[in-house]
C-alpha cells in the first residue's frame, strides 16, 4: 500500500482550506482507462496504429481539446474536427458503461460530506456535456457549486489555468483550495496553481508520476480533514 507521504511540508504553514476541487474521470469515476481505450478505438477504426502505452499517454489527465490537438498532430485529418470525434468517443464511451458501475462510491461519499460546510467544484478535462450527465449518474447535482470542463479553460492541465480560473469563481485564493487528482497532469497543475493537492491511486490502475502531490492516497475514505485543520 502506498503511504501517505509529505504532511509536514503543511505543517505550521497555517494553510486555511476554504474550498475543495474534485477532478472527474479517475477520481470520481472509474472512467479513465475506458477514456483511453474509447480514444484507440476510435483512431484504430479510422486505420490508425496506436500502442497502448501511446494510447495511455495520449489520453490520462489530458483535456479533450488538448488530445484532439495531439490526434492532429498524431494523425492530421483523420477525423473533420474535433466535433466529429468527439460524438464517435462519446458514443463508444456510452456502449462501454451502459450496463457497468464506474462511480468510485468512496470519492463520491467523500464530496457529499465536505459538501455540507464547504464549496466544490469539479474541475476536469471532459467536455461539460459528459461532466453534466456524470453528476447526475452519481447524484450530486445538489453538491456542486459549478463546474469546469474543457470547454472553459486553455490550456488544459499540467498548465494551472482551469485551477486558478476556479479558484477565481469560489472567490478565494488558491492556497486556501484542496484538489483531489489522480494523474501525474493534474497533480502538476495544482501544484503549479499553489494548491494543497491529495493524489488518488486506486490499485490496478496505471502508475502516475504523482510525487508532487501533499498525500497519495489508495481510498479517499482514507482522508483524514483533520490533518489539514479541516473539521
Known amino acids: 500500500m502506498l503511504a501517505c507521504i509529505t504532511l509536514e511540508r503543511l505543517e505550521g504553514q497555517g494553510k486555511m482550506i476554504r474550498a475543495f476541487i474534485f477532478d472527474l474521470d479517475g477520481t470520481l469515476l472509474d472512467s479513465e482507462i475506458i477514456w483511453v481505450n474509447v480514444v484507440k478505438k476510435a483512431l484504430t477504426i479510422k486505420g490508425c496504429v496506436i500502442t497502448d502505452a501511446d494510447a495511455l499517454k495520449l489520453v490520462y489527465g489530458i483535456s479533450w481539446s488538448d ?4 490526434v492532429e498532430e498524431m494523425f492530421p485529418g483523420v477525423y473533420s474536427g474535433i466535433q466529429e470525434m468527439q460524438a464517435v468517443t462519446e458514443g463508444l464511451y456510452c456502449d462501454l458503461t451502459k450496463t457497468t458501475d464506474i462511480r468510485i462510491m468512496s470519492s463520491v461519499d467523500l464530496l457529499k ?51 486558478l480560473l476556479a479558484a477565481r469563481k469560489f472567490g478565494v485564493p488558491p492556497d486556501n483550495c484542496l ?15 499553489g494548491m494543497t493537492c491529495i493524489a488518488l491511486h486506486r490499485p490496478g490502475c496505471p502508475m502516475q508520476k504523482v510525487h508532487a502531490a501533499d498525500e497519495v492516497l489508495n481510498d479517499l475514505s482514507d482522508f483524514v480533514p483533520e490533518k489539514y485543520g479541516i473539521n
Open 179 to 193: 484538489v483531489f487528482e489522480d494523474s501525474a497532469a493534474g497533480v502538476n497543475g495544482a501544484k503549479a496553481a
Open 113 to 163: 460530506r465536505l459538501s455540507k460546510k464547504y464549496p466544490i467544484a469539479i474541475v476536469s478535462g471532459s467536455t461539460r456535456e459528459v461532466i453534466e450527465k456524470s453528476i447526475d449518474l452519481m447524484d450530486i447535482r445538489t453538491n456542486v457549486k459549478f463546474l469546469l470542463g474543457s470547454e472553459d479553460y486553455s490550456p488544459g492541465k499540467p498548465d494551472p489555468a482551469c485551477f
Open 67 to 70: 488530445i484532439y490537438e495531439k
